[in-house]
Every structure is written in structure tokens, then in C-alpha cells.
């Protein structure tokens, strides 16, 4: 574990927790109390060995109780408070403790969840959705499973040292040093054992985000497992990553379960001491049966607690590494922000203006450079270019899921820089290639970012995307749940769907990003023939990939290694007989 304060997973976890802290004190007091009282029995009864051996001059007679009844009844009375009183605050600190689990369990999740949605797909394609799955579920389980028990544990065994120590140095400070001894050596031992599982349980995690990994991507490909053949070929994989994890762990098992067998030990020595020393006194009258019975009793209270100390620390190691990987992932970087200015999508023309824009990718080439060009509002643009040319890359940029380096994107004038990115994607309907439906009906996904619109809405705009008719022949219509990404549809059905939403949306923006690419002709016939109605009155961005889609655009440009090569009409492109003439030679057979 890492002695830097500011590093200190506890401290990360204290700092992310804030709005728990007063959970976290009563649960922490509850337990204190609870400890104190579950310590007051061997007091007890060394008190009542004290009355019957010495009767009217026990110590409970200095308080002016004479009668070994009346001695007895009180201290039976003292005896059902502190019971009464141990069980309460027992019931209390499970309660706040449990409770503190899951409400720091549903906190840290959906604090993580929320600044992931912030980060930019620079991380996203530099990372895996295992490993996030892995974070936001095994290692958020790892710590609510330890603020369940393990927390109280420890506090209660840091109680137990302090009071019975402090007791055992006023009662027999002699006789204290030989239970004290052990002490030291378990804690030092305990820091010893704590530093060298901390890199084990940090690379259990690693391996436990590789295996999540590994069936997250395997699930989401399962056709195309299917199709090579190659469910042998990844069930190796799969075990490969398995017994990977299995080896770390095992290390980390092997080096924790070692720990408890040396404790005894140690325990064993203090214990031996005090009962062969404590009786030597007894029997020549230098310590009086009524102490001796209350040290042989609270030593086992002092020492025997700490066997379990390896399994506690066992815990909060595992945790600990856990809360480290939460908390990286919430302290990752937001890249890209936000400006200030507020717009409103009916307040925007949607003219876009594109002057001197340069980017490129990561340790990638140049992708697009110096591209200027200007989209009058309520038009259509098309966007041509070989694959890697640079065409979604400036989708992208005007979404601002990437930042460019130079130039600048401005709609009705305003940098996209100043908008607020929230009030920006307002403003824009996206519809790619690669269409995403969520597990959910035909209706939640037409919804899908216009929650409040009602039935006869939706329906509108599935007629204004040709989708009305497919989806009245399904089985239960727009209740029909289209299975995770819209498994149940065919590809045609899941972009009309897409189209509707973007309808719905009703942005003054439209952007479709290959929208036909991967449909049969009747398919892209119907699209064309939404895309009348669905640009009116608003600003469209057509990227290509069959160039009969654009071909009534009111201006197409040709993108060709990151540079604007072309740009004119459709009619005006033929007759240059460049690049884009080529192209439509290609798509028409000629």
C-alpha cells in the first residue's frame, strides 16, 4: 500500500465519498460502542470471582454494597444493560454499515458511469469495454463486499488493542508486556504481508479485466465465431485467460494463507505467559483470583481476535486494489470541454462553416488539411471520398467527439468551441453506417433521445422514414422488442428505424453518415425516397458511399487524402471527368 496521503486508496475513497461521510461515522461510532460494551464481560466476571472469594470485602464493596446478594443482583442488573446495550449498537452498525456498502457501491458506479460518458473516443479506441465492465461491476462489488463486514472488523480490532491493552497496563502492567509482545510482531508482519500482496491483487484485478474482455468480445461476435468455426479456437483462448487469473490468485492465496499459522503462533507464546506467570502470583498471593481470572479472560479477548487479522487485511487488499482502478478511471482526463454559450435547436439556421480545418489522428498521419468549405443553411451537402480519406473524420470534428488542432468550425457563426457540448449535439441528428438499436422496442428506440414525445409522434416520423409499413407487420408492431442492437431486424429495417429517430429528434442538422451503404436497392430506393421529406427545412451532410444518394445534393465535395480535390454539383463533377466521374463510372458498370 502506498504511503503517499494523496494516493492512499483510503484517502481516494474518503474524497469520492463525500456525501457519505456522516453514514460513515455513525456506522464507525456504532461499531466502537459495540466493541467497548462486547468487552465489558470479562470485567464481569472477574468482579463476580472477586465477590464470591472475598464476599463483603470485594471491590464492588468500596461503593458502600456490602450483602453478596445485593452485590449479585447489581451486578447482574449491569450485566443485562451492557447485553441489551451491546446488542442494540450491534444491529445499529450492521445496519449503517450494510447500508454505507450500497449506497457507496451505487455511488462509485454511477459517479464512474458519468465521467465516462464525458470522456472522449480517444479513450474509448485506446481501451476495451471488458475492462470498464470489469470496473464498474467486479471491482465495485470487491468494495462493497468489505464495507459490508471487513470495515468493522478492523475498526473493532483496533478498539479491542487499545481498550484491553490500556486496561491490562493499570490491572498488571508486569504481566501486560507478555501479551503486548506479540502484538508488535503481528503488526509489522501484517504491513509486511499488506505490501507484498498490494502488486498480487492489483494484477488479480488486471487478469479479471482480461477475462471480461475476452467474453465481452466473444459474445458480441458470436456469428462470426460461428461462421469461421473457431468456437475450439477462442474456448482456448478464453481457458488460456482463465487459468491466468487462476495463477494470480493462487499466488496471492498461497502468500495470505500463510499469514494466520504465524499469528497463532505468536498469540499462543503471550497466552502460555500469562497463564503460567498470572498463576505463580495467585498462588503466592501477590494477584488475587478475581484479577487473575479477568486477565486470562480478556488476554484470549486481546489476542485471539488477531487470527482473523489476515483475513481482514486479505480483504481490504483485495478492495483497496479495487478503489484504485474505480478511482483511476474517475480521475482519467476529460480531454475535450465544453464552452459557455448556450443555443437552443430553435433558435439555429444551421449554416456551418468549415475555414482551414488540419487534424490528425494519434501517432497516425495527417488526416485532413487546411479543409475549408461553407454549408448554407436548409441545404444538402455530399461528401465523396475512398475509404480513409478523411469523410467521417469531419463529422466527427463538427459533433466535436474529436478536437482539431488548427482552423476553425463555426454554425450561424458561432465557434462550436464556445457551445456547450450538450447544446451543440442538441442540434445535430447523426445516422451512421453501423446502426445501433438498444435492447428495447421499436417504439423506445424511435424515442431514443426524445423521451417526451408521445405515440402519434413517433408513428409520424416512422412515416416520414418509409418504416411505418415494416413495422405495423411485425409481431406486436411498434411494441416489438428488437433484441440487443436490433438483432431481430434486418439491416434495412434498423436504419429506416434510425431514420425516424432522427426524425423525431427534429434537428436543424442532419447528418447521415453512409446511411445506405449496407442495404439492398429496394432498401435504399425507400431511403432516398425519406430523405426528401426528412431534409426539408433543415441543414444535411450526406457522406456517400453510393453515390446516387447525393446525387441531387446542392453541393458535393471530394475528399482525397485528407485534402478538399473536388467540388461542384452532381452534373458539374461528370462533366470534370476527375475523381468523382470515375467513381459513379464505377457504380453504374461502366
Request: hydrophobic letters at 45%; a positive charge; aromatic letters at 8%.
Amino acid at each position: 500500500m502506498s504511503f503517499d496521503l494523496k494516493q492512499n486508496p483510503i484517502t481516494r475513497l474518503y474524497i469520492n465519498l463525500s456525501k457519505e461521510r456522516n453514514l460513515l461515522f455513525f456506522a464507525s461510532l456504532s461499531s466502537v460502542i459495540n466493541k467497548i460494551l462486547d468487552l465489558a464481560p470479562p470485567v464481569i466476571i472477574g468482579i463476580a470471582v472477586d465477590i464470591v472469594v472475598k464476599k463483603e470485602n470485594s471491590w464492588l464493596s468500596n461503593y458502600g454494597i456490602q450483602e453478596v446478594s445485593s452485590q449479585l443482583i447489581i451486578l447482574a442488573i449491569i450485566s443485562i444493560l451492557i447485553w441489551t446495550g451491546e446488542s442494540f449498537f450491534e444491529y445499529l452498525y450492521s445496519f449503517l454499515w450494510r447500508n454505507l456498502a450500497q449506497i457507496s457501491q451505487h455511488e462509485l458506479r454511477i459517479k464512474a458511469y458519468a465521467h465516462i460518458q464525458e470522456l472522449d473516443m480517444q479513450f474509448f479506441e485506446n481501451d476495451n469495454t471488458g475492462r470498464l465492465l470489469s470496473i464498474l461491476n467486479d471491482d465495485i462489488n470487491q468494495l462493497e463486499r468489505f464495507l459490508d463486514h471487513g470495515a468493522n472488523q478492523l475498526i473493532q480490532l483496533l478498539i479491542t488493542v487499545l481498550i484491553i491493552g490500556g486496561t491490562m497496563l493499570v490491572v498488571a502492567p508486569k504481566i501486560a508486556l507478555f501479551a503486548f509482545f506479540p502484538i508488535p510482531l503481528i503488526f509489522i508482519g501484517s504491513l509486511k504481508f499488506q505490501k507484498k500482496l498490494a502488486p498480487r491483487y492489483k494484477d488479480v484485478r488486471t487478469k479479471a479485466g482480461h477475462i471480461a474482455s475476452r467474453l465481452n468480445n466473444n459474445l458480441n461476435g458470436i456469428l462470426t465465431i460461428k461462421s469461421f468455426t473457431t468456437e475450439d479456437w477462442e474456448l482456448a483462448r478464453l481457458n488460456k485467460e482463465s487459468l491466468s487469473y487462476q495463477r494470480s490468485n493462487k499466488q496471492a492465496i498461497k502468500l495470505s494463507s500463510a499469514f494466520i499459522p504465524l499469528i497463532r503462533f505468536a498469540i499462543l507464546f503471550a497466552f502460555v505467559a500469562i497463564l503460567l506467570i498470572g498463576g505463580f502470583q495467585v498462588t503466592q498471593n501477590v494477584m488475587n483470583v478475581g484479577t487473575y481470572s479477568f486477565l486470562v479472560f480478556i488476554t484470549q479477548r486481546l489476542l485471539w481476535p488477531l487470527t482473523t487479522l489476515g483475513q481482514v487485511l486479505d480483504e481490504f487488499q483485495r478492495s483497496m486494489a479495487s478503489v484504485n482502478r474505480v478511482i483511476d478511471l474517475i480521475d482519467t482526463p476529460i480531454t475535450i470541454q465544453g464552452g459557455q454559450r448556450v443555443i437552443y435547436p430553435g433558435s439555429i439556421k444551421g449554416e456551418i462553416n468549415f475555414k482551414d480545418i488540419s487534424f490528425n489522428y494519434p501517432q497516425r498521419q495527417s488526416t485532413l488539411k487546411n479543409i475549408s468549405f461553407v454549408i448554407p443553411e436548409n441545404t444538402t451537402l455530399g461528401i465523396v471520398g475512398l475509404t480513409g480519406s478523411g469523410k467521417s473524420t469531419l463529422i466527427k470534428l463538427l459533433l466535436r467527439i474529436y478536437d482539431f488542432e488548427e482552423g476553425s468550425i463555426t454554425i450561424d457563426n458561432i465557434p462550436i468551441k464556445d457551445i456547450k457540448l450538450k447544446d451543440l449535439r442538441k442540434c445535430i441528428s447523426l445516422v451512421s453506417q453501423d446502426t445501433y438499436l438498444f435492447h428495447g422496442s421499436v417504439e423506445e428506440n424511435i424515442a431514443y433521445g426524445s423521451q417526451k414525445a408521445n405515440s402519434d409522434d413517433i408513428c409520424k416520423a416512422a412515416k416520414i422514414a418509409e418504416a411505418h409499413k415494416f413495422i405495423e407487420q411485425l409481431p406486436n408492431g411498434y411494441k416489438t422488442i428488437v433484441g440487443d442492437r436490433g438483432q431481430r431486424l434486418s439491416g434495412g429495417q434498423r436504419q429506416r428505424i434510425a431514420l425516424a429517430r432522427a426524425v423525431l429528434k427534429n434537428a436543424p442538422i442532419l447528418i447521415l453518415d453512409e446511411a445506405t451503404a449496407s442495404v439492398d436497392n429496394e432498401t435504399e430506393y425507400l431511403i432516398q425516397k425519406s430523405l426528401t421529406k426528412i431534409t426539408k427545412q433543415r441543414t444535411t451532410i450526406v457522406i456517400a458511399h453510393r453515390l446516387s444518394t447525393i446525387r441531387s445534393a446542392d453541393n458535393i465535395i471530394v475528399i482525397n487524402k485528407g485534402l478538399i480535390v473536388e467540388s461542384g454539383t452532381h452534373q458539374e463533377l461528370l462533366n470534370r471527368e476527375g475523381i468523382y466521374s470515375e467513381l459513379w463510372n464505377v457504380q453504374i458498370g461502366d
